[in-house]
């Protein structure tokens, strides 16, 4: 089935995957570090761009909505995570070195990975695209099909939630 893009072309979920594949991944990448996880979101992603094709869904900007669902496959699994206490959190400090200047990094990564994903999902979306793929307010904007100052907006509120949320646990850790 095809996928109708910005300038009107028409791609299969195969040419999207040849196409976006990479960019897909390397979102996938920044959330999520274990490399099962990552493939299984991958896939996933590929396969509900598939199935909106057969349902006849139209989607004018594959590169977004690819980007956006595995973003949302990420948060699905960090809020699954979060609600299974007994499993086994899939982030392991020791398989991700911390930078030499900071031997707390991978702790503070992973409860910033965690505070993320509680956001609502614009927020967290706004979040993660800024500081860990490094995107401009514009560039984030022009995928989500908001405007710039909505999506500053929406990247405030979230670093002033996990500043807060941060904090709170920081301060009692040096106690």
Known sequence: MPTADASGSEDTTEEM???????????????VPVADDARDIFQDTFLQHYLAMRQGRSIHNPRAWLCQ?????????????????DRAS?????????PATDPDHPLLL??????AASLPD??????????FE???????ADQLGCSAAAARA???????????LLG???EESHV
């Open 17 to 31: 995957l040849e196409r976006h594949g990479p960019l897909v991944m390397q979102v996938i990448w920044n959330l």
């Open 69 to 85: 669902t595995a973003r949302h496959g990420a948060f699905r699994l960090f809020r699954a995570r979060q609600s299974a206490p």
């Open 90 to 98: 899939s982030w392991d400090a020791d398989q991700h070195p911390a």
């Open 110 to 115: 992973a409860r910033i990975r965690t505070v």
């Open 122 to 131: 614009r927020q967290a979306q706004v979040f993660i695209m800024r500081h």
């Open 134 to 140: 490094h995107l401009s307010f514009a560039e984030i």
């Open 154 to 164: 929406s990247g405030y509120k979230a670093l002033q939630r996990i500043r807060s």
């Open 168 to 170: 709170d646990k920081t």
